[in-house]
């Protein structure tokens, strides 16, 4: 049976994952009209769309908590 993590310590480990492949900061000050324009683009700019919006959903329900 595989270990359990400890809640509250996977953003660490991602922020550390992010800032080795250079991704932190890449796609700026994520506003919805930005979002949605890179979504429109598709490719890469699309992926980092997605994972600003899904950022910005975990954040809005830690604040509410």
Known sequence: MAAKKKPGKWIQSATKKMEDKGTVGAFGKATPKKI??????GGLA?????????MKKIARKKKAE
Do not use: H, I, L
Not at 36 to 41: G, S, T, V
Not at 46 to 54: D, E, G, S, T
């Open 36 to 41: 949605a324009n890179a979504k429109k683009k």
């Open 46 to 54: 699309k992926k980092r769309a997605v994972f600003a919006q899904n």
